[in-house]
């Protein structure tokens, strides 16, 4: 039995779409990670919220929270993080003073504090809202209300992506509040206005 083979041509055509003029459809866009901060409280006790957040064409759509010593190591770039894969100091990339890594005259790499995280609460309460022990004194906070940002100083917040008291200031946006909230200016128009 002689099986013969059939061979068909196939011709494909790449149709453009409509109003590009032909050029080729870019791929969809990849979702990518930053850094976050909620001035929510955290289920640590902490009055702030650290977060990884995954962002797709400017739209948060997923957040990993992280405690304030991993969001620090992180963002210093001294292990691994998927938002940090260049492990940069993030805090000297942006201008947060403050937080970022000092190289001492001998080598070694001086670690701050970064109390400017420890200074958050004060945007949404104007009293520390946690119980403290007896003979501990933690400060007024810079709210003009008892639990909650005035409107005025929630309009000032919004410039940051935070709309509301709890809201999520994620990527730059995070890293200008941080730089301002250590400007003494930024907290002096916030407290009392001009």
Known sequence: ?????????????????????????????????????????SLNSQLLSCFVVKVFEG???GTEPVTRDQFLQQVRGLVPSKANPQSADLFAEHGVDA?????????????PYCEVLDDLWKLRFWEYPLHVQDGQRVGKGWAEQPLNPSPRQMLLLSNYGLRHPTDLCHGEAMFRLLR???????????????
Request: proline letters at 7%; hydrophobic letters at 45%.
């Open 180 to 194: 301002d909230v250590s400007d003494p200016e930024w907290v002096d128009n916030y407290r009392k206005g001009l």
């Open 99 to 111: 937080c970022q890594v000092q190289l001492a005259e001998d080598g070694r790499r001086i670690v």
């Open 59 to 61: 739209e948060v759509i």
């Open 1 to 41: 039995m002689n099986r013969a083979l059939l061979v068909i041509p196939l011709t494909l055509t790449l149709m453009a779409h409509p109003g590009s003029a032909g050029q080729a459809v870019p791929p969809a866009a990849y979702a990518s990670f930053t850094f976050g901060i909620s001035l929510a409280t």
